[in-house]
């Protein structure tokens, strides 16, 4: 089970760059980056999800250096609505009957997004 | 709506009680699981269920006793509870994969449950 480590919080103002980091020095080979959203009283909404290098969305970019050792989530020109908990994830795969993804959840970041 | 609908949204009930959470998703998902949140806690895995057969349970107390009668629905049943219990029980559901990249959870909203 890969651990990881993110800052407990983060603040903000509209229109910046945010950049959240996560370190998984134990990540295994087969794992994979997943990152989280949750808004108070709701479940957590999946952002983005790679193995390495660079992956983009509509919502956000996850750099994944070479070592994978880490792994930082950036969030381009964020807005109030931003403000939420994310979370870091590193896929732990129990491969029993079926297969399924296993995901164990941290503290997370706390963004704060001021105007 | 997030494709995973719990209900009821909010609910109070007392130690002596019995009470069932609901989950349902249209997803074609095969796998569901429970979480538990509580106040300033780290998400608690409870229950996964795949392909309808439970194949975790995270040491959770029996007064906690899941039901998965499809791959459509899941239930968690309350009975006997404690005050400690109250906190945001969370349904999610996935698709499974034996390779390769996980779409990810699609979690519900969540049932905000206290417990007096």
């Known amino acids: 089970l890969a651990k990881t480590t993110q800052p407990i919080s983060m603040d903000s103002y509209e229109g910046q760059e945010v950049n959240i980091t996560c370190s998984h020095n134990n990540i295994a080979t087969n794992d994979y980056i997943t990152w989280y959203q949750q808004f108070p009283s709701q479940g957590p909404r999946f952002i983005i999800q790679?193995?390495?290098t660079k992956v983009t969305n509509e919502v956000a970019s996850l750099f994944i250096p070479a070592d994978r050792k880490s792994s930082t989530l950036s969030l381009p020109r964020v807005s109030l609505s931003d403000t939420a908990v994310y979370y870091c994830?590193?896929?732990?795969?129990?491969?029993?009957?079926?297969?399924?993804?296993?995901?164990?959840f941290g503290t997370g970041t706390r963004l704060l997004v001021s105007p | 709506e997030t494709g995973v609908t719990q209900t009821p949204r909010h609910l109070v009930m007392g130690m002596t009680n019995k009470k069932s959470l609901k989950c349902e998703q249209h997803?074609?998902?095969?796998?569901m699981y429970w979480y538990k949140q509580s106040a300033k806690k780290p998400l608690e895995l409870m229950f996964v269920y795949s392909l309808e057969e439970r194949v975790e349970n995270n040491s959770v107390p029996s007064r906690f006793s899941p039901e998965c009668p499809n791959s459509s629905h899941l239930f968690l049943h309350l009975h006997t509870l404690q005050p400690e219990d109250s906190a945001l029980y969370l349904c999610a559901s996935s698709q499974d994969r034996t390779q390769g990249a996980e779409d990810g959870y699609t979690f519900g909203s969540g049932t905000r449950l206290t417990v007096v």
């Open positions: 994830l590193v896929g732990d795969r129990a491969v029993m009957n079926t297969g399924f993804q296993k995901l164990v």
């Open positions: 790679g193995y390495k």
């Open positions: 997803l074609g998902h095969n796998a």
